[in-house]
């Protein structure tokens, strides 16, 4: 069987030399992420730190980790200008000088922070943005970060699950790669994920269901009436909350993931964050053929403001997310 590793997927002539040493240097962070996750309570890594992040979470000891590991593989990459992380109140720059054509790296290090201690899926999840024309020749700052979801080249996630995978996208199509343990290669292991149209798995925190808008409950309600209801068919729900676990789910055999904004909080827009979680997310299930919805339009248009923003969260396959924008419409 011949195989393809992501190295040799990288060198196509298509992909920009710059940005495939960026990628790879993602790549080699998550191997040395996954290394440290298996060790489990057998190593250092389990447990909170003690500190919160500038979302207020308490910060675990992975989440810190697994930040500190990208910065320092992530910041010999020739194209990388600056990185900005959930876990770091501003950016992290590492060149005094933006290269021309040069990368901003965006990353949520650890997601689903709240499964590592019962050794459940978690993941990394990462998007990568051009430098604006303007910034060449200075350093770069913050508001150089806030571009719409649009504009990212490249976006992807590592799953640390029982097996270790990434799934990535250039903006054109969507490929998984599966970690080798005995040689740390990422082979390639599916070329062009899909994700089917239509489908009958949902996953939403259903604890929320009292807060949410009446759109969401309108769409969940009819899910849950099954064969005798509109829908006329019988759903599943999942939820794992991790999203990486949850969205990887979606992009392997279709379904809709939910997060979306609720009365809790009502001027926040949402529980997860714009640039480390949606918008990446949102490019690869675009890509695969599904679509991502906020409620008022796509996640990968909506303005950026400030680089922890937070965002409402609908994906998956198409059809689904269809009837979701149509029901905000009503
Ligand atoms: P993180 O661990 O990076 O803070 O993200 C956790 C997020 C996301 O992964 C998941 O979908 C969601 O939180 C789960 O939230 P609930 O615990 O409210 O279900
Ligand atoms: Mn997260
Ligand atoms: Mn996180």
Redesign the pocket.
């Known amino acids: 069987m011949s195989t393809t590793t992501l190295a040799a997927h990288l060198s196509q002539p298509t992909i920009p030399p710059r940005l495939a040493e960026l990628i790879g240097a993602v790549a080699k962070g998550c191997v040395e992420i996954s290394a440290q996750v298996r060790r489990g309570a057998a190593g250092q890594i389990m447990g909170a730190l003690g500190s919160e992040n500038v979302?207020g979470?308490v910060q675990q000891k992975l989440?810190v980790l697994s930040n500190d590991i990208l910065l320092a593989l992530c910041a010999k990459a020739e194209g990388l200008s600056a990185m900005a992380s959930?876990e770091m109140e501003t950016i992290h720059p590492v060149r005094d000088v933006a290269p021309q054509g040069g990368y901003l790296l965006l990353f949520?290090p650890?997601?689903?922070?709240?499964n590592i201690a019962v050794n459940v899926s978690?993941g990394t999840i990462f998007s990568i943005l051009p430098t604006p024309a303007d910034s060449a020749g200075r350093a770069v700052a913050e508001a150089d970060f806030l571009q719409p979801g649009r504009n990212q080249v490249a976006a992807g996630y590592v799953v640390y699950g029982p097996q270790t995978q990434m799934v990535l996208t250039l903006g054109d199509g969507v490929c998984a790669f599966t970690l080798d343990p005995d040689c740390d290669d990422w082979v390639l292991t599916n070329p062009a994920m899909t994700i089917p149209a239509e489908t009958k798995e949902f996953a939403i925190?259903t604890?929320?269901a009292r807060h949410w808008a009446a759109p969401v409950s309108r769409y969940v309600e009819e899910c849950l009436a099954g064969v005798e209801g509109p829908r006329g068919k019988d759903f599943n729900m999942r939820?794992?909350?991790?999203?990486?676990a949850?969205v990887h789910r979606v992009m392997s055999r279709g379904g809709v993931f939910m997060?979306p904004w609720d009365k809790r909080e009502p001027n926040r827009p949402g529980?997860?964050r714009l640039m480390?979680?949606a918008n990446p997310m949102a490019l690869l299930v675009e890509q695969a053929g599904g679509a991502s919805f906020d409620g008022a339009g796509d996640t990968l248009d909506a303005p950026v403001t400030s680089l922890h923003q937070r965002a409402s969260v609908m994906m998956g396959s198409k059809a689904e997310i269809a009837r979701l924008r149509d029901y905000h419409a009503v």
Not at 110 to 114: C, I, P, T, Y
Not at 239 to 244: D, I, L
Request: glycine share 4%.
């Open positions: 979302q979470e989440d959930e949520d650890l997601d689903g922070s709240s978690i925190n604890a929320n939820w794992v909350a991790s999203m990486v949850d997060y529980k997860l480390y979680e």
